[in-house]
């Protein structure tokens, strides 16, 4: 309530509630800096086949550090470019330097590679999204089946009729789509049948599950399994941290996994190191 009253308002607060506030509002002058400067970076993580030894490909994730309060968590800020409507370039962004780095990857042999990039919801209510990655796409020379881009259950759920439009034109135009923290939104099975994307990512939520000793969680990892694979998408397990989890997913025919077991988000320098490895297994 208060925040909706203006400037004016903010004596009402109490002392850390203005804190907050005062956070927020130096994030989002950060990143509105950011934003003009290019000041981000990207890590990758690797998505493996579920043996853990074949990489599948990787997810591009952002990070960002303030000038004053240093490295913020991707929860923190995302969040507030979102509200702030800056997520929209800073998305430009991510796609351009993602294209930027296949791009340099395939200059110099490394790979190939699917890279997958996230969406937001405020990315995907905007009518020319896909128009844009097209032209970046273009201008940096790589292929769409070189890119995969990750929509997030609640948000594929939230308009559902226009999810399935944006979903079909990435599809038609040579992207592969995979919905993203499955299982913590409100999930239409109607709907996810009308999707028919690639992959559809397990939440980590359900991959802990997978460490108690009880079957519940495995019951349901089974039934998310078997359900995708009804539908012709393929599997990934998000934050697998633990062999047991690792086992389990091999044995109920997950088809990928990712997690800190196998690979943190890191940066590019670090990745390109790591990838010949990785592809060399046989
Ligand atoms: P996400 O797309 O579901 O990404 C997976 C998150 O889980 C990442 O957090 C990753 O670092 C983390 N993770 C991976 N393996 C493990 C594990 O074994 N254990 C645990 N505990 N965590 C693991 P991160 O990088 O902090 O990103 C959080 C979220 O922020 C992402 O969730 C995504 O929704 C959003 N995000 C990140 N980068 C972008 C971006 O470029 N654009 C947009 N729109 N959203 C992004
Ligand atoms: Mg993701
Ligand atoms: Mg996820
Ligand atoms: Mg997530």
């Given at each position: 309530?208060?925040?909706?009253?203006?400037?004016?308002?903010?004596?009402?607060?109490?002392?850390?509630?203005?804190?907050?506030?005062?956070?927020?509002?130096?994030?989002?002058?950060?990143?509105?800096?950011?934003?003009?400067?290019?000041?981000?970076?990207?890590?990758?993580?690797?998505?493996?086949?579920?043996d853990g030894r074949r990489l599948q490909g990787a997810e591009a994730l952002l990070r960002y550090t303030h000038p004053e309060l240093g490295v913020i968590s991707p929860q923190e800020f995302i969040g507030i470019a979102e509200r702030s409507g800056?997520?929209?370039?800073?998305?430009?962004?991510?796609?351009?330097?993602?294209?930027?780095?296949?791009?340099?990857?395939?200059?110099?042999?490394?790979?190939?590679?699917?890279?997958?990039?996230?969406?937001?919801?405020?990315?995907?209510?905007?009518?020319?999204?896909?128009?844009?990655?097209?032209?970046?796409?273009?201008q940096e020379a790589v292929e769409p089946a070189w890119l995969m881009f990750e929509i997030t259950e609640t948000v594929a759920m939230q308009d559902a009729a226009h999810t399935v439009e944006t979903i079909h034109a990435f599809q038609q135009a040579g992207f592969d789509v995979a919905i993203d923290d499955f299982g913590t939104g409100y999930s239409s099975l109607a709907y996810l049948q009308r999707f028919r994307v690639r992959q559809l990512k397990i939440d980590g939520f359900f991959t802990q599950g997978l460490d108690a000793a009880g079957e519940e969680g495995e019951a349901i990892v089974s039934a998310i399994i078997a359900l995708a694979h009804s539908l012709g998408m393929d599997v990934v397990a998000e934050g697998v941290e633990t062999a047991t989890q690792l086992e389990k997913l091999k044995s109920l025919q997950c088809d990928q996994i990712q997690g800190f077991l196998l690979g943190r988000p890191m940066p590019a320098e670090a990745f390109a190191e790591k990838i010949e490895g990785w592809l060399a297994v046989a």
């Open positions: 309530e208060a925040k909706r009253g203006g400037r004016g308002t903010y004596r009402f607060f109490d002392w850390s509630m203005n804190q907050a506030a005062t956070r927020i509002l130096k994030i989002q002058q950060g990143l509105h800096e950011a934003t003009t400067h290019g000041w981000f970076k990207l890590h990758y993580q690797p998505k493996f086949s579920a800056l997520i929209v370039q800073i998305g430009e962004w991510v796609v351009r330097e993602a294209c930027r780095q296949l791009r340099s990857w395939q200059l110099q042999n490394i790979g190939p590679l699917k890279l997958a990039i996230n969406l937001s919801p405020r990315q995907l209510i905007q009518p020319d999204l896909l128009q844009g990655v097209l032209a970046i796409v273009k």
